[in-house]
């Protein structure tokens, strides 16, 4: 680590679990090999780098909440083969970089986050990702395509003004039904959903947000 202390002293290790929440870190300190779970939140850690996790093939969990991260690099995190969840809450990103298609859960509300820092289709084939949290952030429009296995989409706090059919649905199959999806929020964003009938008719319940 930075101050010269090995991870294990600065932070707190308890198995494959790392704990470095509130250590004053700037950086993602260098974690033990088999760590599966690694929290590091309310820190001063301005960005991830490529190298911060490449080696850690069994990491599952990433908490960052409340730090400054503002970049993230490209590969940060696309190599990691187990990742299944990504908490990066109160932070300043205003891009994602590639993530793996192992996730199940994606936080980035409070964000900086604007649609053009998304890669297209970054969420398409996330076959296992069941709740994304994108809320209070710059988002021009719903990042499709969604995965099948979405449950929750919170969207709401964000710029969205316009839906498609292919939003959630799809144009080209009439008799697609999205059965996870019941849990949309799209509130506080300068739509009115009544003015696109045509988006909800796959969904097994419309989504929250402004009607009049």
Not at 51 to 63: Q, V
Request: proline share 9%; net charge negative.
């Amino acid at each position: 680590s930075p101050t010269g202390l090995p991870t294990c002293l600065l932070c707190v290790c308890i198995g494959t679990s790392v704990y470095c929440d509130d250590a004053d870190l700037e950086d993602v300190p260098p974690l033990p090999k088999d760590t599966t779970y690694f929290y590091g939140r309310f820190n001063k850690i301005t960005g991830v780098r490529d190298t911060d996790f490449a080696h850690l093939k069994k990491l599952k969990h990433i908490d960052l909440t409340g730090n400054q991260i503002a970049e993230m690099g490209e590969d940060a995190l696309r190599t990691l083969p187990t990742l299944e969840e990504l908490l990066l809450p109160e932070n300043r990103l205003w891009r994602l970089p590639e993530l793996p298609p192992t996730l199940r859960r994606i936080d980035v509300r409070h964000n900086r986050l604007i649609s053009t820092g998304m890669r297209p289709e970054t969420f398409k084939d996330m076959i296992r990702l069941e709740f994304l949290y994108l809320s209070h952030n710059y988002l021009d429009f719903v990042p499709a395509p969604l995965p099948d296995s979405l449950r929750v989409l919170n969207l709401q706090n964000n710029n969205i003004q316009s839906l498609s059919e292919n939003s959630f649905c799809n144009q080209h199959d009439p008799s697609y039904i999205r059965r996870a999806l019941e849990d949309i929020r799209l509130d506080g964003n300068p739509i009115n959903l009544s003015h696109f009938p045509g988006a909800y008719g796959c969904l097994p319940r419309l989504p929250t947000g402004r009607t009049r």
